[in-house]
């Protein structure tokens, strides 16, 4: 498989930011105003760079559901990381692009038989369980899966809280335990999440001790724990490195002391904000505007729309508790703000992006940027009334490309472990580029892929 022509790469002479890129596209659109992403494919792999520089002892396993962006996986896939995947939907996704089935957790503790059968088929074996009707239900289907005991956490500091859902406690831990060896399964770990947009280090190190003393009790009990599994919540916005700096650091402390030199136990994790999140930039238009008088102030009030809404990329206003922040991306001479509203382009009444907040004021035909939304946007995006929402635009520098381009010809097997070589690549590219490549000259390279150039 390769990258067909709705799914382009744009290779650039030097490295630009989202903004550069966004411009330059603008102006090359004339009066096809549709929304689109930019998106930064360095800024991915950097993002894994960091991930395996900063905790290596733990391996990644790409969340899938965050974003299903086939570019994504195929970059991931290279790179090395495994992957997380709750569905069938998304195992046949990414075992599609060749990831072998021993790199995929099925990591949905509540499964549709007939998902359980498929993942059977295919044979991913890893999957996680929290309850006893779901062994019960594994029993009879998969006998010989590899479970996974999901355990509670704290996550009262996350965005998107997952312990009301999902988890035993640890009473009911040693129970599920007891169970599965009395139903003659075999548990090989112990997962947790610790909420999606995790901001502090403390739920992880909890729940790393909880996770060993539950292994401890498996052990007691026969099983080959040989499986932790810290879950998701890494950070990922612009802004956000040093909270994952901190994250990691406890991370890695809590797990040698309760894990001291012990390669019997592999360690991963399921990252999925944190390698999209910040790569992500959304333009969009303003289609229409609305000039109010405020009944109380007498000051005016503006009420802006733009073509991309909640049903559509904006979706994380309602799902994941996101609040956006505009970029204008016009040259307004004046800094006064006024108050101001915005909404998509659908006609329901609950399309609000921002109720209430002080900008500048806009033009019919404006831009305005919005970072940091690659995480849980277009993964749950619809096109209500019709609208379509952003679609993504892929951008690379040429010295960044001559080291990944690979990750985009047919898909061959890839050991998961084998990615030292892709870090050190990448880190001595060197500051050379062609100079012969024409601005905005579209070529079909000779590995089959659409790549537009440019200065």
Request: hydrophobic share 40%; with cysteine; aromatic share 10%.
């Amino acid at each position: 498989m390769h990258i067909g022509k709705d799914k382009p790469i744009i290779v650039t002479k030097v490295q630009h930011t989202a903004e550069e890129f966004i411009q330059k596209k603008i102006e090359l659109l004339k009066d096809e105003a549709e929304p689109f992403f930019a998106v930064d494919l360095e800024d991915v792999c950097n993002k894994h760079i960091r991930w395996i520089t900063l905790m290596p002892r733990v391996i990644p396993h790409y969340a899938v559901k965050c974003n299903d962006d086939i570019n994504v996986i195929k970059l991931l896939a290279y790179l090395g990381a495994g992957f997380d995947c709750a569905s069938k939907g998304e195992i046949k996704k990414v075992m599609d692009l060749g990831v072998s089935a021993d790199r995929i957790i099925y990591a949905n503790p509540c499964k549709q038989s007939s998902y359980i059968r498929y993942a059977q088929e295919v044979g991913v074996e890893t999957m996680t369980f929290d309850n006893e009707q779901e062994l019960i239900k594994i029993k009879n289907i998969y006998p010989n899966a590899k479970l996974v005991l999901r355990i509670v956490t704290d996550d009262s500091n996350a965005v998107c809280r997952f312990s009301m859902k999902f988890g035993a406690d640890m009473n009911t831990a040693r129970i599920l335990m007891d169970k599965a060896r009395e139903y003659d399964l075999d548990i090989v770990g112990v997962s947790f999440h610790c909420g999606s947009g995790q901001m502090t280090s403390k739920a992880f190190v909890d729940a790393i001790q909880n996770a060993r003393a539950i292994m401890n009790y498996g052990i007691k009990l026969g099983f080959n724990m040989n499986l932790l599994d810290i879950g998701g919540g890494f950070p990922g916005n612009t802004g956000t490195e040093n909270y994952f700096a901190e994250i990691a650091t406890a991370v890695n402390r809590t797990i040698e002391e309760n894990f001291p030199n012990d390669d019997s136990v592999r360690i991963i994790a399921e990252p999925g904000r944190y390698y999209v999140a910040s790569a992500y930039t959304l333009a969009t238009n303003v289609i229409a505007s609305r000039e109010m008088i405020d009944a109380e102030t007498g000051d005016m009030k503006y009420m802006y729309y733009i073509n991309d809404g909640v049903y559509g990329s904006f979706n994380c206003v309602l799902y994941d508790h996101y609040v956006p922040e505009p970029y204008l991306l016009a040259n307004n001479e004046s800094n006064e703000k006024f108050t101001s509203s915005i909404w998509g382009p659908t006609c329901d009444g609950l399309d609000c992006i921002h109720s209430s907040i002080k900008i500048p004021k806009l033009n019919v035909d404006d831009w305005i940027l919005w970072k940091n939304m690659g995480a849980y946007t277009i993964s749950a995006a619809v096109e209500f009334n019709g609208i379509p929402f952003g679609k993504p635009l892929y951008f690379v520098s040429k010295q960044f490309w001559d080291s990944v381009k690979a990750a985009f010809q047919p898909i061959r097997k890839i050991n998961q472990y084998d990615t030292q070589s892709i870090r050190f690549t990448i880190n001595d590219c060197s500051n050379e580029v062609e100079e012969d490549l024409l601005p905005w000259l579209l070529e079909e390279s000779s590995e089959d892929i659409p790549i537009v150039t440019i200065q």
